[in-house]
Structure formats: C-alpha cells, structure tokens
C-alpha cells in the first residue's frame, strides 16, 4: 500500500485538509512533490516539520520512493532529535525548525526549499515509517511501521469520507494523532488543524467554526475542553477517546452533552498497533475479550498485566536489537488490569505505582475516585516522598465552575476519598490548582 | 515559632485522622510512638511540615536520625532552621 497510490481515487476538489489559513484540495495533495539529493539506494527521511500540511506534502511524496520515514517532533530538543536521527541511521532530515546544517550525522534539507513537482513512486517496497513512543521512562524508543500496519483498522473507504470533518487535536507525530490524520486523509474526510500553541478557546472555535463532526482526544484532553465555554459550540457525531484510562463518569458526561453521538474508546499502544475499540458506554472491556479473537487482536492477562498479540503485523524496535514479544508472541503492554464479573477494568501504568508503606496504590484509579465528586473537574495523583517516613499519594484538583469554595470543596473531597479509599490510597496532600498540564499527547504530565 | 507551628500540625493530624483519640500533652519527654500515630501519620505530618516550613530536616540532616520524643523532634527541626 502506497499513500499516493491510494489517495489516487478521492475526487480532487475535496479538501483535504484546513490549516490556518491553508485550505489544501486532494488534487492540489497530488500535484505536491519533494525533492531530495539523489543517493545510490533509497533514502531514510527524517522528518522535523511544524505544519501538518508540510508534513502531509513529504508522506504523501516519500511514501514508497524512502527507505524509510521518521517522524519526528519538531518541538522535540535538537539533541534528543540528532540522537533519534543517528539510531535510526538517516539520511536526510526535511525540517523547518533546525537552524543547524547537519542533525545527528544527517544533512539538514530547509523546509520550503526542497518542494517541488510531484515524482512517482520508483519501489513498490514497503517504506518504512518509524515513530517514537511517548517516553514516560527517560528514553522514548523508536518503533518502526509501515503504511499498512498504521491503518489496518482505518476505515478506508473513501465514500464514508464525504461531508466527514476530523478534528486533530493531538501531535501528529505521535500515534494517536497519526492515526487520526491516515483515518481522514485514506477515507476522503477533511482535516481540521487547529493552531498548536492556540487556547482551548480557540482552537474549539476554529473547530466549531469549520463543522467539526469527529473528534478524538485522550480522557484528560476531554475533560479540559468540556470547562471551556467555547465547548458549547461544538457539534460533533463521533467521539473517540484513548490514550488513557476511560472512566465511566467521562463516558456519561459526554454522552449526555452529545446524547446522539457515537462514543467509543480505543485502546492501543505504540508498540502493538491499533488495539482495539470499546462502544458499550462502560468503562473497561468486556471479560468476553479475554477468551476469543476480538477485532484481530487476542488478549491475556498476566500477572494482572495485560499482553496483547496481534495477528501478521510486524512491529518491532529500531536500534536496540530488543524484543518486545514473547515466545508466543504477546506484547506485554505495562497496563495492570483487575477482573471483576463481566468486565476487565484498567488499573493503570505497573511502573507508575506508588508504594505506601507496602501497600500499591495506582494512581489512575485515586484519579478515578476524586473525578467522581462533582466538584472535581481534573485531578493528578503523584506520590509525595520522604526519605526516612517513605511516600504518601498526594493529588492537585482543578475545581468545577461553579462549585463550592477551596476550603470547603477541599474537605468535601477529602470526605468522598475516606469513603472510597483504603487508608494508604487516599490522598493525604491535596491542592487546588488553577490547571494540569496535559502532554503534547494529550495525557496529563507525570513528571 | 517552630515550636508552635509544630505543635500546631500535630494537632490538625490528630483531628484529621484520629479524631477518636485524645491527642496527649505535648511536651518536650512525650514519647513520639505510644500517641497513637502511626507512620503514615508521621509521613504525613513530615511532608506538611516541609510545605509549611520549607524545609526538612530529615533530607537535610546527614544521619538517619530519629527523634524520639516531641522534645528531640522539635529540637531537630530548630538545628536545621535556615537563618
């Protein structure tokens, strides 16, 4: 499968993006081209571009003549970018950030410059495209795909695509925001940028303003864009939510302010692929996952970690010679799970647990208890160390508009955790805090 | 001052959290086990002192000291106090 290829039969007049003030058509998409240097065999790509429309211009123009692609943040530091440049042993990097001639070993072609006349695809091989995780440990990985492997559960008809309008509010560089952009690019759909460093305010206006009909956006994304008054205008017909854990209040929230949308949660993970879709209006998934072939995936737990194996892709890591399968094949996702009655509930990050004097607390699910008090608009629990006394499970509070006061919302919170909670898992510090930092994937910061 | 900041703290985690008992007598030979907090109420009660003050003696301090009494637990807070 080769992008232009498969872009070839949208009709042209469509948009398929709209970016600031750039309102690209599918055939002006066919007409955009890149040139590179000639090298002897294929070249590796690495890719450092601000707008998403460069960098749609270079997929759509690389895919099947590189090697392989990489995409890179361009708000990503230079040195971790030049590291990530030399692991994945690149060739070229197009960027419109870097000032510096050479990045990581590899020359630095300036964005613009290198746009030109559309050229044909010259290999039917499979590009290459290579992607970093999200990082939450010190070094984030490089994971390499392919076209196919990124959209095998993309819907790609382009007759769905007509009057579908996708909303992208994640880095596009990342694999939740990519997959976003394949989804409406491969069905037609046009794709709606709002500006990166713009308010909630505005870019849920610029949303708004251009009939936003499908909109994803990971739980904590969510509940930020549903405090601003700007959220009012927004008209959408399909919810998607990921990249955390889906809880049943944020499922009923915005099911009840969009009562005739579709909602569905996808879990999925970089290393494994698109994982899989709930749409029940539960958090969760069905314990009836556990024991069948569910949407081309299998899962298993154990160790209350979740593995997940998915027939025929090849996923696998770039540079470090690891495996991250097991002998059967199972990536083991770092996701604890607890199975109760029909359901298989989300835990959290094994590697985010805090230790209390013995006792584990996730703090996903401290998370969970204080977003059910009414009060409660966002919440992060992180854990409060003390060399000689040990951690405590602490949380910063965003209030709901319109609620009560600090001290008195302070207490009613703390009530509704004594209530909830074992002793060690509730929170002993609590603040309340004008807002959370939520990553450039949408997910709050862990720090 | 620090004195009475931490008698101060000791009682707003008795009323928190042991709003059963009674909080004894704080002077300076009251034995800090035997009051009826555990550990994690020290956790906490170290880690609000350290917001509240802004400091810590215990990351400060190069031994693994434990004070025993409230006496020795104030005193340690007062040695490491920046001037």
């Known amino acids: 499968m080769i992008l232009g290829k498969a872009l070839s039969t949208i ?9 600031g003030s750039e309102v ?3 055939a002006g998409l066919r007409e955009a081209g890149v040139r590179l240097p000639a090298t002897p065999r294929a070249p590796r790509v690495a890719l450092r571009l601000t707008r998403v429309g460069s960098a749609l211009r270079a997929l759509c123009s690389l895919d099947g003549r ?19 440049v030399k692991r994945a042993r690149c060739d070229w990097v197009l960027s419109d950030v870097d000032a510096a001639p050479v990045l990581g070993d590899a020359p630095v072609l300036r ?15 499979q590009t290459q495209w290579i992607m970093s995780t999200s990082g939450t440990t010190a070094e984030p990985k490089l994971v390499r ?18 009057g579908v309008r996708w909303g992208l509010l994640y880095d596009y560089t990342r694999f939740a925001g990519l997959q976003v952009v394949l989804q409406s690019l491969l069905s037609g759909a046009t794709l709606l940028v709002p500006a990166r460093g713009a308010s909630s305010h505005a870019r849920l206006e610029m949303l708004a303003a251009h009939g936003c009909t499908h909109l994803g956006g990971t739980p904590s994304l969510w509940r930020s864009l549903l405090m601003s008054p700007s959220f009012e205008h927004l008209r959408v017909r399909q919810i998607t939510l990921g990249g955390e854990i889906v809880d ?51 899962l298993k737990v154990v160790d209350h970690r979740l593995h997940i194996r998915k027939v025929g892709e090849h996923v696998s890591y770039v540079g470090r010679g690891e495996r991250i399968r097991d002998e059967d094949g199972f990536v083991d996702t770092g996701d604890l799970v607890e199975v109760l009655d029909d359901r298989v509930y989300f835990k959290g990050r094994a590697a985010g647990v805090i230790n209390v004097g013995g006792d584990k607390v996730h703090p996903e699910v401290v998370e969970g208890v204080l977003l059910e008090h009414t009060g409660v608009a966002m919440a992060r629990v992180y854990s409060r160390a003390n060399p000689i006394t040990g951690s405590v499970v602490a949380a910063d509070i965003v209030a709901a508009a319109g609620g009560e006061d600090s001290g008195n919302l302070l207490e009613s919170v703390r009530n509704h955790c004594r209530s909830r909670l074992a002793r060690a898992h509730q929170p002993m510090i609590v603040r309340v805090v004008e807002r959370i930092a939520v990553t450039g994937a949408g997910k709050l910061a862990r720090g | 001052m620090i004195r009475e900041k931490i008698t101060e703290m000791f009682g707003s985690i008795f009323r928190e959290f042991k709003e059963d008992l009674e909080p004894p007598p704080l ?21 609000r002192l350290q917001d509240e003050l802004d400091y810590d003696p215990f990351t400060l301090s190069e031994g693994a000291y434990y004070p025993t009494t409230f006496g020795e637990f104030v005193s340690f807070y007062e040695q490491f106090a920046p001037t």
């Not at chain 1, 990489?70 to 040195?79: A, D, K, R």
């Not at chain 1, 579709?262 to 494994?272: D, K, L």
Request: include cysteine; charge should be negative.
């Open chain 1, 24 to 26: 690209m058509t599918f």
């Open chain 1, 145 to 162: 795909h392919t076209l196919a492997s990124l959209t095998r559960s993309a819907k790609l008809d382009p007759a769905r695509g007509d």
């Open chain 2, 27 to 47: 002077t300076d030979d009251t034995p800090l086990l035997g009051m009826g907090l555990d550990s994690l109420d020290f956790a906490v009660l170290v880690i």
């Open chain 1, 66 to 84: 590189a090697n392989a692609i990489v995409l890179l943040s361009p708000t990503l530091e230079p040195s971790r970018a030049a590291a990530l």
């Open chain 1, 248 to 298: 049943d209040r944020i499922l009923a929230v915005l099911q009840d302010r969009f009562p005739s949308a579709g909602i569905r949660h996808i879990y999925a993970s970089t290393e494994a692929g698109v994982g899989f879709t709930v749409q029940d209006g539960r958090a969760g998934f069905p314990r009836a996952f556990l024991d069948r072939c569910e949407q081309g995936v299998e």
């Open chain 1, 11 to 19: 009709p042209g007049e469509r948009r398929a993006w709209i970016e």
């Open chain 1, 111 to 125: 964005w613009p410059d290198q746009v030109g006349p559309a050229a044909q695809p010259d290999s039917t091989a």
